[in-house]
């Protein structure tokens, strides 16, 4: 077999139900050894609930170290809520905590979605990965520890019904399908819900699939059987995105031969004549030496790469 170099770069699945995203991420790992790959890290730009699909990031070698840049990118999702019901989990998961009657119209739903965008607070779901006192919430929850969850400041950046169930009764609705474009540490579940209490009702997230994550989109996503075929054909590479797809809306800043060298050596740089700003430095080959931030002509670096 011919000696493969080591990959750096971005492959986007299209994650499906089920799939927790460190099996993602173990499944990208297969993938390498397959198709002859040399062992690199191999990371995921921000964790999908296993009971969501979509988009999923998945950093390979250098492209690692810009998951916590990820972490921070916006996010746009469709999601459904299913009224009637406010479950533990606030998913399909999670068993009846709460329960009503009462059924929204569309009118309802859309004379409450303004109240629920721009900045707004919100109380994470008890099942979820944030830490308490060094304990993953879904753990003390699952342990029948009260959880007590704090408000949290977010911004949901657009919200918008994209299709109503079929009506029961009087223009009442099941179920609806919602976009939302949200900014990071949003959680679609405390959404849901708290637009479901607004309409003075219950719900939970029967659906959710996320369109994009910062840069990355469906479109440039592919599947799990498709990641297999190509690991099979030592072929991950028809599919990689570079490092810097994920840092798309960054501008370039080329570098002389010898201010690259001292990037690479991780010397601070003066007197650069550039925009205040993050950057993408790259040397005379356009070659990316490191991420960085430029005040007042003063360089340093935030995450260098060893390419």
Sequence with gaps: MTERKPLNGWLILDKPLG??????????????????????????????DPLATGVLPIALGEATKLAGHMLDASKVYDF?????????????????????????????????LPRFTGPIEQIPPKYSALKI???????????????????????????????????????????????????????????ARDIARALDCYGHVTMLRRLRAGS???????????????????????????????????PALPLTPGEAKAVRQGRLLSGIAADDGMKLARDENHVLVALVDITGGNLRIIRGFNL
Excluded at 21 to 33: E, N, P, W
Excluded at 181 to 190: A, E, L
């Design 133 to 191: 006192d060094g304990k993953r919430a879904y753990d003390l929850a699952r342990a029948g520890v009260a959880v007590e969850m704090t408000m949290r400041g977010v911004t949901v950046h657009g919200l918008s019904p994209l299709l109503s169930s079929v009506c029961e009764g009087e223009g009442a609705l099941q179920e609806i399908t919602l976009q939302a474009h949200v900014s990071k540490g949003t959680y679609i579940r405390s959404l």
């Design 80 to 112: 459904t809520i299913g009224f009637g019901v406010e479950t533990d989990t606030l998913d399909a998961e999670g068993v009846a905590a709460e329960s009503s009657d009462a059924r929204p119209t569309l009118a309802d739903v859309l004379a409450v």
């Design 216 to 250: 990355f989109a469906l479109d440039s996503a592919i599947s799990l059987d498709r990641l297999a075929d190509l690991g099979q054909g030592a072929a991950l590479e028809e599919v990689l995105l570079p490092i810097e797809a994920g840092l798309d809306d960054i």
């Design 19 to 48: 799939l927790g995203s460190t099996q993602g991420v173990s499944a990208v790992k297969r993938a390498l050894r397959a198709g002859g790959y040399p062992k690199c890290k191999v990371g995921h730009g921000g964790t999908l």
